[in-house]
C-alpha cells in the first residue's frame, strides 16, 4: 500500500523564508534610518556650531582720579567702523573715500575690501561717533559701524607721561594704563551670538557678565602737576634746553604730589610725539653733580669723621689721584667748615671728605641712600643707578662731587625726603588707593640718625640763605636747599661733553617742619648754566604754588 505525501513541508518553508526575508530587510531599513538620522543631526550640529559664536565682552574700564577725584582718564563712547567686503560693489572706490575721510592707509584698507570671501573687515577702531555717522553717510553698501569703549584724558598734557595711554585694543601700553592695566581693565563677559547663514545676528544671549574695572586714585594733585609742568615749559624755553623734569614730594609719607617733563604730550595724541614719551623722572639717570655732596656730608657726619663746625684749609685745586679736582669759580686758598663745604658747594672740599671716608665706606653709603637700586616706585621702566664698577684713587675724589656715578631724578628726591624726614627713608609713590583698598606702601627704613639730618638740614639752609641756593628764599618760610651743575658724559667718544651740562636743585620747604621736597633738573639748557640760576628759581616757582594751594603755613 503505498504511502500518501504530505502537502504541508513545501509551503510552510516558503512561509519561513518570507519571513526571514522581512524580518533582513526590515533591519537593513531600520539600520539605514537609523544612519540618515545620525548623519542629520551631525549635520545640525556642524550648522548650528557655524552659526553660533561664543565672543568675548570687554569690561568697563577703570578711571584713573588725581587724589581729590579729578578725572585724569575715563573710558569714553567711541566707534568702530568696519565693512562686509563681499557686499563692497566697488572696492577700489570704497577705501579710497574711506581712507580720506578716517584718515586710515589706503593700500592695507583696499586689500581687506577686495576680499570677496570675507564677511568682515576693520576699517578703523577709535572713531569718534560724528565722524563715524560721516563714514555712514557716504552711503558705501557694507559699511557699518559698532559702540565701543575709547579712553579719553579730560586734563590733556596734565600728567600725561605718568599717566600713560591705552592703545586701540584696550590694552594699556604706557605709564600707569600699563603698570595697572589688569586693575583697571577689569574681567570680562562672554557672550553668545547665533547668526543666520548670511552671517546676520539673530539674537545675542549674555552668558557671563563683564566685571568693570576699579577706579586708581593718585598721590598727585593735578594743580600743582600743572603748575610744575607751566614752569617746567618757561625754563625749557627760557633756557632753549633739552628736557627738563620737576617732583614735588611729601617726606613725611613718600607720596608724590607732582611728576613733571616737559616738553609736554598730548595724552590724547600720545602716540604723535614718540620722543616725548617716556618719564624722565625714572627712564634716564644723570651724573648729579653737587646736589650728591648731601649725601658725602651726611655720611662723613654719621661715620664720626667730622662735625659741622670742623675747618678745612682748602685750596683752589687738589689733585687726587691722577686728576685735578678744581672749584667751579676761581679762589684763593679758604678755610671752610664743613656747613661752609655744603653751603658753598665746595668740590675740593666734597673731594678732601671723600678721601676721609674711603672707597669702601662710599660704596656703602651710596647703597645705604638706595642710589644704586630702584626706588621700587609703582611705575614702569624705573631704572637702576650706576656706581663705578672700578675704582682708582682718583674715584674717590670725583664721586664725592656727584662725578662718576649716575642716579635717577626720583632716587636723588627720595634721598633728600629721607633727610628731611628725621633720617627716615620712605618708598616714593604714585598711588593712594585702588578701588576701596587704601595702598600702604612698605619699605621705611633709617638712613641717618635723627642729630644727623638736622645737622644737614640746617646746611642745606645755609645753603639758600646765604650760599648758592639764594634764588630759592620764599618769603616767610624758612627754607633749605642744594644747587647742582653737572657735565654730561659724552657716549660716543668718552670722557665729557663740551658746554652740555645739567642744572638741578633740590629744595626742602618749610625747613623747620618739612612738607615739601622739590627737585627741578633741567636738561642742557644755554646760556647760564648752573643749578642756583636755571632750577632754584623754577623750583622756588613749584614750592610757591604748593604752600599756597595746599594751605601750608610757616610753622
Known amino acids: ?44 550640529a556642524a550648522a548650528d556650531s557655524q552659526q553660533q559664536r561664543t565672543i568675548e565682552v570687554r569690561a568697563h574700564r577703570g578711571q584713573i582720579v588725581d587724589r581729590t577725584g579729578e578725572v585724569l582718564a575715563a ?71 559698532s559702540a565701543e569703549e575709547g579712553r579719553d584724558y579730560p586734563k590733556r598734557s596734565v600728567a600725561a607721561q605718568v599717566v600713560g595711554f591705552v592703545g586701540t585694543e584696550g590694552k594699556g601700553l604706557a605709564g600707569l594704563e600699563y603698570q595697572y592695566d589688569e586693575v583697571l581693565a577689569g574681567t570680562p563677559g562672554k557672550e553668545l551670538v547665533v547668526k543666520d547663514p548670511a552671517g546676520r545676528a539673530l539674537k545675542t544671549e549674555r552668558l557671563v557678565a563683564p566685571q568693570a574695572g576699579k577706579t586708581i586714585r593718585l598721590t598727585l594733585d593735578q594743580y600743582i602737576q600743572a603748575e610744575a ?35 609736554l604730550i598730548n595724552a590724547n595724541a600720545f602716540g604723535k610725539r614718540p620722543e616725548y614719551q617716556r618719564n624722565r623722572v625714572v627712564t634716564d639717570s644723570f651724573e648729579p ?90 611705575f614702569p621702566g624705573e631704572v637702576a643707578g650706576l656706581m663705578p664698577g672700578f675704582w682708582s684713587v682718583a674715584t674717590t675724589g670725583n664721586v664725592p662731587m656727584g662725578q662718576g656715578i649716575s642716579v635717577t631724578p626720583i632716587q636723588i628726591a627720595a634721598a633728600y625726603a629721607a633727610v628731611a624726614n628725621d633720617g627716615v627713608w620712605l618708598k616714593p609713590h604714585l598711588v593712594a588707593q585702588i578701588g576701596e583698598t587704601v595702598v600702604n606702601p612698605s619699605g621705611a627704613r633709617r638712613v641717618l640718625s635723627s642729630e644727623v639730618s638736622r645737622q644737614v638740614l640746617g646746611m642745606m ?35 665729557y661733553a663740551a658746554g652740555r651740562y645739567v642744572a638741578s636743585f633740590v629744595g626742602v620747604v618749610p625747613s623747620d617742619d618739612p612738607r615739601l621736597v622739590v627737585l627741578v633738573a ?34
Open 229 to 263: 609742568e607751566r614752569a617746567l615749559v618757561d625754563a625749557v624755553r627760557h633756557y632753549k634746553a633739552k628736557a627738563a623734569v620737576a617732583i614735588v614730594l611729601d617726606p613725611k609719607t613718600g607720596e608724590i604730589l607732582a611728576m613733571a617733563n616737559a616738553p
Open 461 to 495: 639752609n645755609d645753603a639758600v640763605m646765604e650760599g648758592t641756593g639764594t634764588a630759592f628764599q620764599i618769603s616767610g618760610y624758612k627754607a633749605a636747599g642744594k644747587t647742582g651743575t653737572a657735565q654730561k658724559a659724552d657716549l660716543q667718544r668718552g670722557g
Open 289 to 378: 653733580g653737587s646736589i650728591f655732596k648731601v649725601l658725602t656730608v651726611s655720611a662723613a657726619l654719621e661715620e664720626g669723621l667730622v662735625t659741622p663746625s670742623k675747618s678745612f684749609v682748602l685750596p683752589y685745586r687738589l689733585k687726587v689721584g691722577d686728576k685735578w679736582i678744581r672749584e667751579s669759580h676761581p679762589r684763593g686758598t679758604q678755610r671752610f667748615t664743613v656747613r661752609q663745604i655744603l653751603a658753598q658747594s665746595s668740590n675740593v672740599g666734597a673731594a678732601v671728605l671723600g678721601k676721609m671716608l674711603g672707597e669702601e665706606k662710599l660704596k656703602t653709603w651710596i647703597q645705604r641712600f638706595g642710589f644704586v637700586a630702584r626706588t621700587g616706585l609703582d
Open 75 to 145: 573710558a569714553k563712547e567711541m566707534r568702530t567702523v568696519w565693512a562686509t567686503p563681499r557686499e563692497i560693489k566697488d572696492p577700489v572706490d570704497a577705501a579710497t573715500r574711506l581712507a580720506k575721510l578716517l584718515k586710515v592707509p589706503r593700500k592695507p584698507l583696499l586689500r581687506a575690501l577686495s576680499d570677496r570671501g570675507s564677511w568682515y573687515a576693520v576699517v578703523a577702531r577709535g572713531v569718534e561717533p560724528a565722524l563715524a555717522q560721516r563714514a555712514l553717510d557716504l552711503g558705501i553698501v557694507g559699511v557699518g559701524a
Open 1 to 44: 500500500m503505498a504511502h500518501p505525501r504530505s502537502t504541508g513541508g513545501a509551503p510552510d518553508g516558503r512561509i519561513r523564508l518570507v519571513r526571514l526575508l522581512i524580518v533582513v530587510a526590515f533591519v537593513a531599513i531600520a539600520g539605514r534610518a537609523m544612519a540618515l538620522t545620525a548623519t542629520s543631526s551631525g549635520l545640525a
Open 522 to 555: 633741567v636738561d642742557e639748557p644755554s646760556g647760564a648754566i648752573y643749578g642756583g640760576a636755571v632750577a632754584a628759581p623754577t623750583a622756588k616757582r613749584i614750592a610757591e604754588f604748593a604752600l599756597q594751594h595746599l594751605k601750608i603755613a610757616p610753622p
